[in-house]
C-alpha cells in the first residue's frame, strides 16, 4: 500500500474557495466510493469532515464538500474562514479490510 | 458524546516493545472496529491495523509480524503491542473508531507521541 498524494500545502485568502486533491489508485481510490477527509488543528483529534467521498457527518459545515473523478479524490472548502486553518487528509478503503491515508496538506487562510 | 485517550510510555528503548491502551468512554466499545493509525515526524498518517470488540483482527502487512492489538471490553479498552521497535516506529500513535458501514474513522483520540531512543 502507497501513500495518497496530497499537495504539501494550499493558501487562500477569507472567502475565497480552495481545493485540495488526494491521489490514489485504481486498487484504493479509484475502486471504492468510500473516501474520506480528516481535519486536523494543532495538539487536536483529527475530525471527521467528509465520508464515502461527499457526504458530510452531521454538524460539518455545508462549506466543506468532496468529490471524486477516477483515482483522484477532492475536497473544496468554500467561504474560507480563519477557524479553517488546519492539517487535511485524505483517507481511501482499499480493500480487505485495510485502508491508505495521504501526506496531509496544510492549508493557511492569508 | 464518544471520546477515546491514548495512554503508555512515550520512551521506548529500541528492540524493545511499546505498549499502548486506548481507553473509550461516552459510549460502548461493542459492536464497532477500533484501529491504531500513526504519524511519524514529518510524513503522513498510517493505519496500523484494527480490532473488533469480538476480539477478531486485521493488521497492515508491512507491520503484521511485529503487531498485537486487542481488546477488554469488561474496561472499554483496546491495546497495541509492537515489537522490536527501531526508530523508525517512533510517531504520534492514534487510536480511532470506525464502522463497517461507512468505512471512515468518526472518533480519534488526541494522539500520543512516543519515542524510540536508547
Known amino acids: 500500500q502507497s501513500a495518497l498524494t496530497q499537495p504539501a500545502s494550499v493558501s487562500g485568502s477569507p472567502g475565497q474557495s480552495i481545493t485540495i486533491s488526494c491521489t490514489g489508485t485504481?486498487?484504493?481510490?479509484?475502486?471504492?466510493?468510500?473516501v474520506s477527509w480528516y481535519q486536523r488543528h494543532p495538539g487536536k483529534a483529527p475530525k471527521l469532515m467528509i465520508n464515502?467521498?461527499?457526504k458530510r457527518p452531521s454538524g460539518i459545515s455545508n462549506r466543506f464538500s468532496g468529490s471524486k473523478s477516477g483515482n483522484t479524490a477532492s475536497l473544496t472548502i468554500s467561504g474560507l474562514q480563519a477557524e479553517d486553518e488546519a492539517d487535511y487528509y485524505c483517507?481511501?478503503?482499499?480493500?480487505?479490510?485495510?485502508?491508505?491515508f495521504g501526506g496531509g496538506t496544510k492549508l493557511t487562510v492569508l | 458524546q464518544v471520546q477515546l485517550q491514548e495512554s503508555g510510555p512515550g520512551l521506548v528503548k529500541p528492540s524493545g516493545t511499546l505498549s499502548l491502551t486506548c481507553t473509550v468512554s461516552?459510549?460502548?466499545?461493542?459492536?464497532?472496529?477500533w484501529s491504531w493509525i500513526r504519524q511519524p515526524p514529518g510524513k503522513g498518517l498510517e493505519w496500523i491495523g484494527y480490532?473488533?470488540?469480538?476480539?477478531?483482527?486485521k493488521y497492515n502487512s508491512s507491520l503484521k509480524s511485529r503487531l498485537t492489538i486487542s481488546v477488554d471490553t469488561s474496561k472499554n479498552q483496546f491495546s497495541l503491542k509492537l515489537s522490536s521497535v527501531t526508530a523508525a516506529d517512533t510517531a504520534v500513535y492514534y487510536c480511532?473508531?470506525?464502522?463497517?458501514?461507512?468505512?471512515?474513522?468518526?472518533?480519534w483520540g488526541q494522539g500520543t507521541l512516543v519515542t524510540v531512543s536508547s
Open positions: 480511532a473508531r470506525h464502522t463497517d458501514t461507512t468505512y471512515d474513522f468518526d472518533y
Open positions: 480490532v473488533y470488540y469480538s476480539g477478531s483482527t
Open positions: 464515502e467521498v461527499k
Open positions: 485504481s486498487s484504493d481510490v479509484g475502486s471504492y466510493n468510500l
Open positions: 461516552g459510549g460502548s466499545i461493542s459492536n464497532y472496529y
Open positions: 483517507c481511501s478503503y482499499a480493500g480487505s479490510s485495510t485502508w491508505v
